[in-house]
């Protein structure tokens, strides 16, 4: 019997100057543990000029984790955040019961052209933290622990494995790692994460037999599992965790344990615009000036945000 529950190929989104594929959600699953949204962004060589550009948008009841292998993106958020991202570091973003936040390619990128390649996702908050209170934390790539198993670099972004424990604290048990090879290898899987899935990220991966390419996503039944085997100049993503405590709901940018959380969020973000800003749910966030109007509104012409 298959060790493969699933195979999740990704769909394409415009966000400008540049598109993503989407795993996830998909109509086929929502959630792998925590994970309720993936994003690969790139590769893509951004001409000068060109780049990042998503204006302030909302969240609520969720964290989103970006993580970059090439290129730089600029965060700014209501809290009053203003980073840049890195490869290998880890912009963690817990939105709770609110944030509004924008993402840009640095201005000194934005001059001379650069790569862009890199993952964001959503982590569902559990119900007792969905209205916590909003918090950004940024953790350097050197933070993060790695080793090599069998020419396989793997390094702990969220959780722990492989005598691995990432710094970086989400209040859920959650599994994320990024391995990478040039020459190919093999590594095991995590046997003790309930809900589990593999992308590749660029690449191929053998696993019982089948070959994976760029783009597919490889959810796996619970338990112990064959090797994962990677081709040469391979990089995949490993993610998972326990399942989340009840259904969640997804719509635009927000995630909430019930569809009233999410009207109420829309509501919220309406006033805010409506308000000027100023003593509303949503702040705008330090040197912005522009929005994401909500889908179906008569202002929203743009793509939604990420």
């Known amino acids: ?36 949204f ?4 790139g590769p893509a060589q951004l001409a000068p000029g060109r780049g ?5 948008h909302p969240h609520v009841c969720l964290s989103t984790v970006t993580y970059l292998f090439e290129g730089a993106m600029l965060h ?9 991202i890195r490869p290998g570091a880890v912009n963690l973003m817990t939105a709770g019961k609110g944030i509004s936040h924008s993402e840009r390619s640095p201005e000194a990128l934005l001059e001379t052209g650069h790569p862009l390649h890199g993952i964001q996702t959503w982590l569902a908050l559990p119900q007792e933290f969905e209205e916590m209170d909003p918090r950004f934390d940024h953790y350097p790539a050197a933070d993060l622990p790695e080793t090599v198993i069998d020419n396989v670099t793997i390094r702990m972004i969220m959780g722990e494995g492989y005598d691995l424990a990432s710094p970086v604290a989400f209040p859920h048990p959650t599994f994320y790692a990024s391995v990478h090879t040039d020459a190919g290898g093999s590594i095991p899987l995590p046997e003790t994460v309930t809900e589990r899935a593999f992308y590749v990220v660029e690449g191929s991966a ?6 994976y390419s760029e783009g597919q996503m490889a959810v796996l039944e619970t338990g112990a599992v064959p090797p994962l085997t990677l081709g040469a100049n391979t990089k995949v993503m490993i993610a ?11 719509e635009w940018n927000f995630v909430a344990s019930s569809k009233e959380r999410i009207e109420q969020a829309k509501a919220d973000w309406r006033a805010s615009i409506a308000g000027g800003w100023t003593g509303t749910p949503f702040t705008m966030p330090p040197k912005e000036n522009e ?5 179906g509104d008569p202002e929203a012409d743009a793509p939604a945000g990420s």
């Open 206 to 211: 053998e696993f019982e037999g089948t070959t």
């Open 38 to 41: 993936f994003d690969h962004m």
């Open 240 to 250: 998972g965790g326990e399942p989340m405590d009840g259904r969640r709901w997804i």
């Open 291 to 295: 929005y994401i109007p909500l889908p």
């Open 52 to 56: 990042v550009g998503v204006r302030p």
């Open 76 to 84: 700014r958020d209501t809290l009053g955040t203003e980073i840049e």
């Open 1 to 36: 019997m298959s060790s493969v529950k699933l195979v999740l190929s990704p769909k394409e989104k415009s966000l400008g100057d540049f598109t993503v594929r989407r795993v996830l959600p998909s109509p086929q699953l929502k959630l792998v543990g925590p994970f309720i």
